[in-house]
């Protein structure tokens, strides 16, 4: 429960997305990709304990709370056995992150510390990023821009350059086609988080949490949303203008949940609704991600 598998989509999509660009490519590598995984899915859990830990210590879980159950301010279990949980997940996320480290050099050993670092960061330490309205950027950055690029970075590198341990980017292992097809999945992934913040904005307007819905209200929420789901929707037009073939356009298919999910968001604020419009949100990534490997590697 406090782990919130439901969000383990956030995780696997860059990873999708990823593998499905470095096939097109010709540099797949399953054995970075698989690890890539793991250590995603291990800050994905790590990140969720520590949000469960940080926000019942700060208080930011009331009675009032609309979402999914929090362990610990439920009473279901100790803070120090959620906090203890949260360390030995980042550490395994930190074991595994070795070969990968081993494989791509100084550039992930960079991006696995910071993405530890900010998972704890989010709701925790002096500035929790998610308390002062960062937690969207956070998530664009971290599961969409750094998740893409990077799964695809570890890839090319263990096929392009032969010596461990590279210093610096090796050249053809960090492309504008990798950043450019991130931009979906980061899109999708703030949106996630974007339902979470509209159902949550009257009890953390009332507890201290500044997200954007608090700081702007429900209409820039809104926008907000439908601007995302747009940027996700135009980025395989972009690969199709750069040759790639009609199967780039594959995520179309996803397009009557997004519709279905965006009417939702403009008109719902209350949890009995946005509940299972946050795991439609999931659904959609997952989707999106699957069709859009799927089209990049045809």
């Known amino acids: ?30 054995l970075p990709a698989l690890a890539a995984f793991v250590g995603a899915a291990l800050i994905q859990i790590g ?54 480290v081993y494989e791509g050099g100084v ?19 002096p500035y929790p990023l998610g308390y002062h309205g960062l937690g ?18 570890v890839q090319a590198v263990s096929v392009l350059h032969a010596a461990p341990f590279p210093l610096w980017l090796p050249e053809g292992t960090v492309t504008l086609a990798a950043v450019v097809a991130s931009l979906p999945v980061a899109a999708l992934s703030t949106n996630i988080l974007v339902v979470n913040n509209v159902r949550d ?19 820039f929420s809104r926008i907000q949303f439908l601007s995302l789901v747009a940027l996700a929707y135009l980025t395989p037009f972009w690969f199709l203008l750069q040759g790639y073939g009609l199967a780039v356009l594959l995520p179309l298919v996803t397009l009557p949940l997004a519709v279905t999910l965006s009417r939702t968001v403009l008109t719902e604020t209350a ?14 990534l997952a989707a999106f991600a699957a069709a859009f490997a799927v089209g990049l590697a045809l």
């Not at 429960?1 to 797949?28: E, K």
């Not at 201290?208 to 608090?214: D, E, I, N, P, S």
């Open 47 to 100: 990140t969720n304990f520590a949000n469960d830990y940080y926000d019942a210590i700060q208080g930011a879980d009331t009675d009032d709370r609309e979402g999914f159950t929090r362990v610990v301010a439920a009473g279901i279990i100790e803070p120090a056995e959620v906090k203890r949980a949260m360390w030995l997940t980042f550490l395994a996320a930190i074991l595994v992150g070795t070969y990968l």
């Open 1 to 30: 429960m406090a782990a919130r598998p439901q969000t383990l989509p956030a995780a696997a999509a860059p990873i999708l997305v990823g593998v499905g660009l470095a096939i097109d490519a010709g540099v797949f590598a399953p």
């Open 136 to 153: 969207d950027l956070f998530v664009f950055v971290f599961f969409g821009v750094i998740a893409v690029t990077g799964t695809y970075y």
């Open 201 to 219: 904005r009257k009890e953390d307007a009332t507890t201290g949490k500044r997200t954007l819905a608090v700081r702007f209200g429900y209409r």
């Open 271 to 284: 949890g009995d609704a946005l509940n299972p419009a946050l795991e439609s949100a999931g659904k959609l």
């Open 107 to 125: 550039p992930i050993l960079v991006i696995g510390l910071v993405s530890v670092a900010a998972g704890i960061a989010y709701t925790g330490g």
